[in-house]
């Protein structure tokens, strides 16, 4: 069941980044209807599933998923806001916000690590 869960997360992680491609290079393509929302989508709340990992499962999926339609909803508001609609904006802004998301996920996952080995008794 794990190769499974595996192999359907890197199938996501692919259809997310040809969203995100797609919509940056302004291709003209029907797949781009279904692969940018999906991107806009997934990435906010799989970058805070992530942060999540040690909680609940369905904890971490409710909390994924109303993070991601508030950053999306903020995003939206912002742009309207200052009159600079522009989806390749939002898009790079989702990418560069998951990414750094990314980054504290490891860094917290090195710090987690870390304090198990020292906690760690010898024998």
């Known amino acids: 069941m794990s190769t499974n ?3 359907l997360g890197w199938v996501l992680a692919l259809a997310c980044v040809a969203g995100a491609v ?3 290079a302004g291709i003209d393509t029907p797949l781009r209807i279904v692969l940018t929302p999906l991107f806009l989508l997934v990435t906010p709340g799989a970058a805070a599933m992530g942060l999540l990992r040690d909680r ?3 904890a971490a999926l409710s909390v ?3 993070a991601s339609l508030v950053v999306n909803v903020l995003l939206a508001v912002a742009m309207l806001s200052f009159d600079k609609w522009s989806p390749r ?3 790079a802004t989702i990418a560069v916000l998951g990414g750094f998301i990314y980054v504290l996920r490891v860094l917290y996952r090195g710090n987690a690590g870390l ?3 020292q906690g760690a008794r010898s024998r």
């Open 89 to 91: 904006a939002g898009v």
């Open 64 to 66: 994924g998923a109303a």
């Open 115 to 117: 304090q198990t080995e």
């Open 56 to 58: 609940d499962p369905l």
């Open 22 to 24: 797609i919509a940056l």
């Open 5 to 7: 869960r595996r192999v």
